[in-house]
């Protein structure tokens, strides 16, 4: 048993960076990461993304970006296609400690003490 660290990336709009409000795909998932870092999380969602149907360098401009209407552990990423705004983020995700066990994996969480 190990603890590692996990992402649960959420993808709202895998497809939107050719532009246009044509149908995008979604995804939910978890990956397991090094750490929590914003550039981590970022590299990330771009990876998830490129293996799911996004063309790949077509995120370099994915941007974190603090949104209200998140939790401040929720991490939200964005990108805008050209002469497109989106009301929704491009991704969101949160880190959290987990437990590794058998190629299980179990959310930790901490409880005051």
């Known amino acids: 048993m190990k603890i590692v660290t996990v992402v ?4 709202n709009r895998i497809g939107s960076t050719r532009g246009g409000f044509g149908s995008h795909k979604r995804l939910t998932t978890y990956a ?5 870092e914003i ?3 970022r590299d990330l969602v771009i990876s998830i993304a490129e ?3 996004e063309a790949p360098g077509s995120l ?4 974190h970006e603090r949104q209200s209407g998140h939790p401040p552990q ?3 990423f964005n990108i ?4 497109t705004s989106f009301s929704e ?6 880190a959290f400690p987990a437990l590794k066990a058998d190629n299980r994996i179990f959310k930790l969480e901490e409880l005051p003490s």
């Open 39 to 41: 550039e981590t999380l």
């Open 32 to 36: 397991e990461a090094s750490d929590a």
């Open 60 to 63: 370099n401009d994915l941007r």
């Open 8 to 11: 649960h990336v959420h993808l």
């Open 51 to 53: 293996q799911n149907g």
């Open 80 to 83: 805008h296609a050209p002469s």
């Open 89 to 94: 983020p491009y991704a969101y995700c949160e």
């Open 74 to 76: 929720v991490k939200v």
